[in-house]
């Protein structure tokens, strides 16, 4: 009872994972994306249909998990190709292919009749197809590829070797295995993946380390409380822990790569904005989120203060925060702040820019309160400065 509970956990885990970061990547653009969500949809499918089929039974579930692993072979070796900008040798495809379908008319054929974990049928296939792309990406032509490019694929072979050990454990009635650890192993490659992407590949070994030691502190502190006192058991709730903080990590660095791509809209927008007039160039940025209270104060409407005094004082940065001002952080005097933080506060704006100095034309921009922040400030000085230097070319 243990132990398919604990395999439904952990099934569970790699299907929000896996799910999570196919549909983050379907967001991006590239050559790998529809490899990489073919791959890992694929794997998402298995995983939920896995756990779903141990939870209520249902036949069709278990025929849609056995197609899905079947078939990720195939997807592995595309996504391989991708990677290393060439294709696979024809009689390895031939092979890897044929061994997909091989399993997958063992998984349809016999899905009602057999558990997943006694099925060489599949665990064959599988596995020799996976070692068969660990060779393909082992003897790989390093000149062929960017030094950046050979530590990524690197990573993805030492995890590809260290995960193979972690897939035959799936077919527990074969290996006689505690617990199925292929979603540890399907986890550990996306974040690897996620790492890579970001430049910092060396990285991934220490926060395994780290996730590894975590996890091992809070099994034996649960296995304490829970009474549980046999290695198997611990076992199994050590690979739950960890395959817990494993999504954790992975939904957290989604949701920052999300948070940038956001980010990276307004760069977008700046770079495809009409700069034939300064108007034109706002009205185009006014579409962006960020910019979406943009208001822009024209000579007359600057009357109540002295208007070249206050745009002098603009044209030292960019971008003024009302915030900073009022806490006295801002480059500029008392009497220098205080006409801005009352222009600032009778438009209901948080920041301000200079969009030209003679005649004096003043940005105004209300951020909300949780979208404010260094990077948030940084992205509006930029168009606060594009601006300026489009209103002045004219």
Known sequence: MIQSLAQVCLDGLAAVGLAAYALAARREAGPLIPRLVLLFGLMAAFYAGRALHALTGLDGLQVVAFAAVALAPTAALLLAEGVLRRHAPRLLKLAVMGASLVALGFALLTARDMAFDARIGLAGPIVLSLMAILVLLGTRDRDQLSASENRVVAALALCLAAALPLILTDFTALM??????????????????????????????????LLLAVAAGVSLGLAQALAL???ADLARLFAVVLAGQIVASLLVRLHAQGTADRRGGLRRRLVRADAGS???????????????????LEAGQLADHDAQALAAV?????????????????????????????????????????????PARVVLARLPGLARGVEAEIDLALAFRMARLVAEKR
């Open 278 to 296: 300064v108007d034109h160039f706002l009205a185009d940025l006014a579409e962006e989120p960020l910019l979406k209270d943009m208001t822009v």
């Open 314 to 358: 603009l044209a030292r940065r960019p971008v003024w925060s009302l915030e900073r001002l009022r806490a006295g952080e801002a480059a500029a005097s008392l009497s220098e702040a205080e006409p801005l933080i009352d222009l600032l506060e009778r438009h209901g704006a948080t920041h301000a820019g200079l969009l030209s100095l003679g």
């Open 229 to 231: 006192s046999g290695p």
């Open 176 to 209: 006689t295995a505690w617990i199925g650890l292929s979603p540890i192993a399907a986890l550990l490659i996306v974040l690897v993946i996620l790492s890579s992407a970001n430049g910092d590949p060396r990285g991934t070994a220490v926060e395994i380390g």
